[in-house]
């Protein structure tokens, strides 16, 4: 069984930084797999943010967050996670960590695992 817990949550104020980590277990390794980070912000859908492809590095980004937000994994920790800079109000959310088969991208539906997710509160 696939777990994901993500850390790295909390407030902060438009224009600061933070890093979220998702470290992943249950796999000898990740290599098959995408690993994503979703948000779901009060009262909306949970939506894709981005997403890594474990074994080649290839990214994807949603358009609201490119340039500002970075997907990475390290291997040999089976971690991923999502550098955000220059935050803004509408980031405010709980940010989700999922894994999927690889080629999930970001459509939700390729995800099978998630983890409880971490809030990010920005204030202005």
């Known amino acids: 069984q696939v777990q994901l817990v993500e850390s790295g949550g909390g407030l902060v104020q438009a224009g600061d930084s933070l890093r979220l980590s998702c470290a992943a277990s249950?796999?000898?390794?990740?290599?098959?797999?995408?690993l994503a980070w979703f948000r779901q912000a009060p009262g909306k859908e949970r939506e894709s943010v981005a997403a890594i492809s474990w074994s080649a590095g290839r990214t994807y980004y949603v358009n609201s967050v490119k340039d500002r937000f970075t997907i990475s994994r390290d291997s040999a920790k089976n971690t991923v996670y999502l550098q955000m800079v220059s935050l803004k109000a509408e980031d405010t959310a709980v940010y989700y960590c999922a894994a999927g088969r690889q080629g999930a991208t970001l459509r939700e539906a390729g995800y099978a695992y998630w983890g409880q997710g971490t809030q990010v509160t920005v204030s202005t």
């Open positions: 249950g796999r000898t390794t990740f290599s098959s797999y995408d």
